[in-house]
């Protein structure tokens, strides 16, 4: 029997959030109760959690809470069969702004999920979002300039990406905050013996999703061109990230907490590995053939803790936890042009896509 058979609503911390949102949704869909934890802080994300209410109804118990707050956090989990723990202060730009808010969100509310699983007992699962971050800026990752992306000299580098057996090296109060509270996940596994697993993600993108500057980049570069607004770009737009559908992000969590007890203490990266790696100006290539219209582009300097590459090697998740092949970046960025055209009212023109 799964973990996600046994009696009791999942809990998902963050669950009005973008990836937060969409396990709910499966979870709700499979006829799972869920317990969606979220303080709304996010703009936009309310709507999320109407869309989830209204597509399932009383499966669906909301607690307006902040993740920083023990008492309210202890009394989610008192209940709880699993918990996904999304909930996190994400962008590197505002844990620059604001070091403790962001120490008091990642580390602290981490604890208090963990703790509030010690101490009822019961070995619940706790599946955590982690980020690639972890890894530092990879500064000693030889790269050669191309045409319009940064490319690893290393061959096997550029036909596996990053994996789990990098060395950790946080930058950023971000990547303080994120890398201590996914050590800490592990520790409860080794200190504790609690059934933990992290994902370390690379770029994450799909529908409900709020694209910002700070923080999901595909979708706030879709979304400005769609409204023909000027995006900036920070660098030189040939950093290269892979891509990966949260269909696919979905699936990785929900097998990971189907095989907890297999993977309990593990870490995977999950991206969408070689396949679907792209730089900034190859996105906005093919922004440009779904609206039929030229990009407003700006520049400015590169952002701190900035990766010129990063491509998760996700063959350990795919392996581990029987993944199938992550969704074809194009395909995956043209249905989520198509989503948020049709959420804000947009027009969207498709044309053949830039090979």
């Known amino acids: 029997m799964t973990r996600l058979a046994d009696n009791g609503p999942v809990l998902v911390t963050g669950g009005a959030g973008f990836i937060g949102c969409n396990i709910a949704d499966r979870l709700a869909r499979e006829g799972h109760d869920v317990i969606i934890f979220d303080a709304?802080?996010?703009a936009g994300v309310e709507t999320n959690l109407d869309w989830l209410q209204q597509r399932h109804g009383s499966k669906i118990n909301a607690t307006i809470a902040d993740i920083r707050d023990e008492e309210a956090v202890t009394k989610a989990v008192r209940d709880a069969s699993a918990v996904f723990h999304m909930a996190a202060q994400v962008a590197v730009t505002t844990s620059l702004v604001d070091p403790i808010d962001d120490f008091q969100v990642n580390i602290r509310g981490t604890l208090n999920v963990l703790e509030a699983v010690r101490r009822r007992g019961t070995n619940v699962p706790v599946v955590f979002a982690s980020t690639n971050k972890v890894y530092g800026d990879l500064a000693d990752v030889q790269l050669r300039e191309e045409a319009d992306r940064w490319t690893p000299a290393d061959a096997?580098?550029?036909?596996?990406?990053?994996?789990?057996?990098r060395p950790l090296d946080f930058h950023t109060p971000y990547g303080c905050s994120k890398g201590a509270a996914d050590q800490y996940v592990l520790d409860y596994a080794r200190?504790?013996?609690?059934?933990?697993?992290?994902?370390?993600?690379?770029?994450?993108?799909?529908?409900?999703?709020?694209?910002?500057?700070?923080?999901?980049w595909v979708a706030h570069f879709l979304i400005r061109a769609l409204?023909?607004?000027?995006?900036?770009?920070?660098?030189?737009?040939?950093?290269?990230?892979?891509?990966?559908?949260?269909?696919?992000?979905?699936?990785?969590?929900?097998?990971?907490l189907r095989s907890i007890d297999r993977v309990k203490g593990l870490v995977f990266n999950l991206g969408g590995g070689p396949d679907n790696a792209i730089s900034l100006r190859q996105l906005l290539g093919h922004i440009e053939s779904l609206t039929g219209r030229p990009v407003d582009t700006r520049?400015?300097?590169?952002?701190?803790?900035?990766?010129?590459?990063?491509?998760?090697?996700?063959r350990r998740a795919r392996e581990t936890l029987g993944l199938g092949p992550p969704k074809p970046w194009r395909q995956g960025i043209a249905e989520l042009a198509d989503w948020l055209a049709d959420a804000r009212g947009l027009a969207l023109r498709h044309m053949e896509a830039a090979e």
């Not at 520049?299 to 996700?314: I, M, P």
């Open 191 to 216: 200190s504790y013996d609690l059934p933990t697993a992290v994902i370390r993600m690379s770029c994450i993108y799909g529908p409900r999703q709020m694209g910002t500057e700070d923080q999901g």
């Open 156 to 165: 096997e580098v550029r036909a596996r990406g990053i994996s789990e057996a």
């Open 299 to 314: 520049f400015e300097g590169w952002r701190a803790g900035d990766q010129r590459y990063f491509v998760a090697d996700a």
């Open 227 to 256: 409204e023909s607004e000027p995006i900036t770009i920070y660098g030189d737009g040939k950093q290269v990230r892979d891509v990966l559908h949260v269909d696919d992000a979905v699936d990785t969590y929900l097998a990971a």
């Open 40 to 42: 709304l802080a996010r």
